[in-house]
C-alpha cells in the first residue's frame, strides 16, 4: 500500500461542487450531484461517538444472521464459503478503488457522486434511484425478517409484529435525528459483541462444548449432499444472498466530505473494513458450515428460516442462550430497518434539492421544524406494505425474493464504483498526470483494479440467477434477480431523453489557467466532429469526456491542522497508555 502525495490546488468550494445532502445532520448518503441550499432544513445532530458505531457495525445485519442460513441450505458449507470470500475480495478491490478517489476528492457523495461527475450524469441519476430503491426495499426485507425470527417463538399472526415495528420505526425516524442516532448507537454495540461472542462459543461447540459432548471436526462437510449442494446452480445462488450481506461497506466512502486528513485516514478505513469483512463474515461463516448441516430442519424454506447463530448457542445447551441470541437478531433486524430507512429518508429528500435540476418532486425537501424530511420518510417507509404479503405466500418466500432485490441493488453499486473508478484513471493518464501525484493509490490494483470490478460484478449479476431458468424456468425467482438491470436502463435512458442537453466542452483546468465548471447534468457530452469551424455535439449519450472533465476541482489540500492531528496522534502512541491507545484507534 501506498501513499503520496504531492502539492495541489487548494480545495475549491464551488456552489456547482458534487458535495453531498448530509452535511446538516452528520451522516451523508450517496448524490449524483451538487448540494443544496444552505438553508436545506436538516440538521447536524449526530454525535462522533454515534456515528463510530454506527459505521462499525453497518454491515452487520440480517444478511449475515440470517442470510447465512439460506445460503447453507442452498448451497452447503463449501459453497457458502467460497462464494463469501470471492465476494469479500471483489468488495475489498471496490474498496480500494473508491478509496483512491475518496482521498483525491473528499466530496460528501461518495460513489455516485464520482459516477456523475466521471462516467455519466444520466447513470448517476439512474443509480441514485436505485440506490434509493435499494434502501426503501431493504425496509421491507428487514420487517419480513422480523417475522422469520419472531417464529422461533411463536407462529402467531407475524404481521403483527412487523406492523408494530413498522409504526415505532417511522416514529423514531420522525422525532429527530438524535433519537435515531441514539437508538443505532446501542443497537450496532450489540451486534458487535454479539459476532464477538458467537465466533467464540462457535469455537468451543466444534471442539465438544456441546449437548452431546462430541468433537464435530469437519463432519458437516461429508454428509449426504455436502458440502456443495444443488450443484453449480445452488453455488450460484449464494452469490446474491452473501451481495446482500456485504451491503453497506461501500458506504466508507460516503463520510469522506467530513473526514479529518482523509489522506491519512481514509486508507486506514479502507484496511479496517478488510479486517471486518475477514473477521465478521469468513470467520462466522466458517463456524456456521462446521457446526450446523445444510439439511437443519426448518433452516430455510418458504414459510420460515432459522438463524445458525441461533442454532449454535440452542448446541451449546442453553435453550435460554438460544431465545438470547434470537433476541439479538431481533434487535439486529430492528437495527438495519432503522438504517435503512433513515438512509432511504435523506436519498430521496437529496434527490429532491440536487441542482441545477431536481432529480425528484419538490415535495420530497419539504422538512418538519425538527429537521426531519417528513414527506421522504413517508413515501420511503410505504414500500414496507411489501411486508404484509407474506400472509399469503409465505415469509420466507417473500424475504428470499426481497433478499434477491437488494443484493443485485448492491452490486450495481459497486459497478458503479469500477466504472467511476476506469474512467477516472483513464482521464488521469489522458490528462498527463502522474501517478505519484495520488494521494493514495494501491500499486498493485493498477491497471486492472476497475476491469477486474466491472467484469466479475457484472459476471455475478448474469449467472447468479441461473436457479430460476434451470432445471425449471420460474418467472418470479427469475424477475427477482434481474428486475434491476431493466429499471436502470429506463431510468438512464428517461433522464438523457428528458435532459437533451447540448453544451460545449469546457478546457482542461491546470494551475495557471483559471478554472472551469465541475463535470454535471450539463457538460459531459461527446464530440461527433467539425462543422464550419464550429464543434458539433450530440446528447444521445452522456458518456463524460476525459479529456475535459476537471481533474483539478475538489482536490483536497492538507492544512496544518492535519499535521496536528497526526503529531498529537503520534505523541499518544508513545505515551505509557501507547497500547490502549492502539486498541482505541483499532475500533474507532
Request: charge should be neutral; aromatic fraction near 14%.
Amino acid at each position: 500500500m501506498e501513499q503520496n502525495h504531492a502539492e495541489t490546488s487548494l480545495r475549491k468550494k464551488s456552489p456547482r461542487s458534487l458535495e453531498g445532502y448530509l452535511n446538516d445532520d452528520g451522516m451523508q448518503r450517496a448524490l449524483p450531484g451538487p448540494s443544496p441550499a444552505p438553508n436545506s432544513g436538516l440538521h447536524r445532530g449526530l454525535s462522533a461517538r454515534q456515528v463510530q458505531m454506527i459505521a462499525i457495525a453497518g454491515t452487520i445485519g440480517t444478511g449475515l444472521f440470517l442470510g447465512t442460513g439460506r445460503s447453507l441450505a442452498q448451497g452447503g458449507p463449501a459453497s457458502m464459503l467460497i462464494c463469501y470470500a470471492i465476494v469479500g475480495f471483489i468488495v475489498y478491490v471496490t474498496l480500494l478503488l473508491l478509496g483512491e478517489m475518496a482521498t483525491q476528492y473528499p466530496v460528501a457523495g461518495s460513489f455516485n457522486a464520482y459516477a456523475t461527475r466521471f462516467f455519466s450524469p444520466s447513470y448517476g441519476f439512474a443509480l441514485s434511484w436505485n440506490y434509493w430503491f435499494n434502501d426503501a426495499i431493504s425496509v421491507a426485507s428487514d420487517l419480513t425478517a422480523a417475522q422469520l425470527v419472531l417464529q422461533f417463538w411463536t407462529p402467531w399472526h407475524p404481521w403483527v409484529f412487523s406492523l408494530l415495528a413498522w409504526v415505532f420505526l417511522v416514529s423514531v425516524n420522525a422525532i429527530h435525528v438524535r433519537a435515531y442516532g441514539e437508538l443505532e448507537y446501542w443497537l450496532s454495540f450489540l451486534k458487535v459483541a454479539t459476532v464477538v461472542i458467537f465466533i467464540i462459543l462457535g469455537i468451543l461447540v466444534n471442539v465438544g462444548v456441546n449437548r452431546e459432548h462430541t468433537y464435530i471436526g469437519g463432519q458437516n462437510w461429508n454428509i449426504p449432499g455436502a458440502p456443495f449442494v444443488g450443484g453449480f446452480a445452488g453455488f450460484a445462488n449464494v452469490f446474491v444472498t452473501a451481495s446482500f450481506a456485504y451491503g453497506g461497506t461501500e458506504s466508507l466512502g460516503i463520510t469522506a466530505g467530513e473526514t479529518k486528513n482523509p489522506s491519512r485516514n481514509m486508507p486506514r478505513v479502507v484496511k479496517f473494513v478488510f479486517w471486518r469483512i475477514l473477521l465478521f463474515y469468513v470467520l462466522s461463516i466458517l463456524l456456521i458450515g462446521l457446526n450446523v448441516p445444510w439439511d437443519y430442519p426448518n433452516l430455510s424454506n418458504k414459510t420460515t428460516t432459522t438463524s445458525p447463530f441461533t442454532i449454535v448457542f440452542e448446541m451449546a445447551g442453553s435453550t435460554a442462550a438460544a431465545s438470547f441470541m434470537n433476541t439479538v437478531i431481533l434487535t439486529s433486524v430492528l437495527s438495519a430497518g432503522n438504517h435503512a430507512l433513515f438512509a432511504g429518508t435523506r436519498v430521496l429528500y437529496g434527490l429532491s434539492v440536487v441542482t441545477p435540476r431536481r432529480h425528484a418532486p419538490a415535495i420530497f425537501s419539504k422538512t418538519t421544524p425538527s429537521g426531519v424530511p417528513i414527506f421522504a420518510l413517508l413515501a420511503t417507509s410505504s414500500i414496507s406494505i411489501l411486508c404484509f404479503a407474506s400472509s399469503y405466500i409465505g415469509s420466507g418466500q417473500l424475504w428470499g425474493w426481497l433478499q434477491n432485490i437488494v443484493g443485485v441493488s448492491n452490486q450495481i453499486a459497486w459497478l458503479s464504483i469500477g466504472l467511476a473508478s476506469w474512467r477516472f484513471r483513464k482521464a488521469w493518464i489522458t490528462q498527463g498526470r502522474s501517478v505519484d501525484e495520488l494521494k493514495f493509490y494501491i500499486r498493485w490494483t493498477w491497471p486492472w483494479g476497475p476491469y477486474f470490478v466491472v467484469i466479475t460484478v457484472s459476471s455475478l449479476i448474469l449467472i447468479q440467477g441461473w436457479s430460476s431458468i434451470a432445471p425449471t424456468f420460474s418467472p418470479v425467482d427469475f424477475v427477482s434477480y434481474y428486475i434491476e438491470i431493466p429499471v436502470m436502463i429506463i431510468m438512464y435512458t428517461a433522464w438523457v431523453l428528458a435532459k437533451s442537453t447540448i453544451a460545449p466542452i469546457t478546457p482542461v483546468t491546470t494551475p495557471g489557467n483559471a478554472p472551469s465548471e465541475p463535470a454535471d447534468e450539463l457538460t459531459p457530452l461527446i464530440c461527433t466532429g467539425i462543422r464550419d469551424g464550429r464543434t458539433t455535439y450530440r446528447s444521445a449519450f452522456d458518456i463524460v469526456d476525459i479529456h475535459a472533465v476537471d481533474l483539478y476541482e475538489d482536490e483536497y489540500l492538507e492544512d496544518i491542522t492535519d499535521d496536528v492531528d497526526g503529531e498529537e496522534r503520534e505523541k499518544r502512541l508513545q505515551s505509557r497508555f501507547g497500547l490502549l491507545w492502539r486498541l482505541y484507534y483499532l475500533v474507532a
